[in-house]
T-cell receptor
Framework: LAKTTQPISMDSYEGQEVNITCSHN???????ITWYQQFPSQGPRFIIQ???TKVTNEVASLFIPADRKSSTLSLPRVSLSDTAVYYC?????????????FGQGTTLQVKP | DTAVSQTPKYLVTQMGNDKSIKCEQNLGHDTMYWYKQDSKKFLKIMFSYNNKELIINETVPNRFSPKSPDKAHLNLHINSLELGDSAVYFC??????????????FGPGTRLTVL
């Protein structure tokens, strides 16, 4: 499973756009990029997944450059309730679970 | 309706005791997992089961013994608890084996404190 690197923490203010970048230099051809969100005292929950270019859903957008060695999770107009830890995970669909390590994640603090 | 549930939510116990954490999913998934999250927020997989069969045991001490009576349940029994076992334990499930690219559904977690 490709190792990922994210900033440990980020601060933002309500109404701003937040971009969290994840580096995954050793990403394999069949790997997907998945982001999870974890609120305090809760389990992580799936936000978005992509393979290349751009993916958008009602919660976030995911930008993946052509070389796929990094990805950026974009949260539009954050609110206080977006304060959470965000994890980037890289791996194939199906097959051997391998070493599913979520890493330390990025702790996003949204301020009023 | 809770998709993945765990009991208990909090567990405080003494060193040397044996305890169990239960997990159930009502999503009809084939695969279930146990994760351990330490104080630094690292979330690391411990076990994965697919259709009641153990698939992955990630260098977890044999004091930890998962048990899957059916594919909707994956319980975790811990013998001779140690201080270092204090952490939050998450159960998760996915439709099939997740190599990182399949969406996993997590339970609310069980905070284990060993005194």
């Amino acid at each position: 499973l490709a190792k990922t690197t994210q900033p440990i923490s980020m601060d933002s203010y309500e109404g701003q756009e937040v971009n969290i970048t994840c580096s995954h230099n050793n990403i394999a051809t069949n790997d997907y990029i998945t982001w999870y969100q974890q609120f305090p005292s809760q389990g992580p929950r799936f936000i978005i997944q992509g393979y290349k270019t751009k993916v958008t859903n009602e919660v976030a957008s995911l930008f993946i450059p052509a070389d796929r060695k990094s990805s950026t999770l974009s949260l539009p107009r954050v609110s206080l309730s977006d304060t959470a830890v965000y994890y980037c995970l890289v791996g194939p669909r199906g097959g051997n679970t391998g070493k599913l390590i979520f890493g330390q994640g990025t702790t996003l603090q949204v301020k009023p | 309706d809770t998709a993945v549930s765990q009991t208990p939510k909090y567990l405080v116990t003494q060193m040397g005791n044996d305890k169990s954490i239960k997990c159930e999913q009502n999503l009809g998934h084939d695969t279930m997992y146990w994760y351990k999250q330490d104080s630094k927020k690292f979330l690391k997989i411990m076990f994965s089961y697919n259709n009641k069969e153990l698939i992955i045991n990630e260098t977890v001490p044999n004091r930890f013994s998962p048990k899957s009576p059916d594919k909707a349940h994956l319980n975790l029994h811990i013998n001779s608890l140690e201080l270092g076992d204090s952490a939050v334990y998450f159960c998760a499930s996915s439709p099939n084996l997740a190599g990182g690219g399949n969406e996993q559904f997590f339970g609310p977690g069980t905070r284990l404190t060993v005194l």
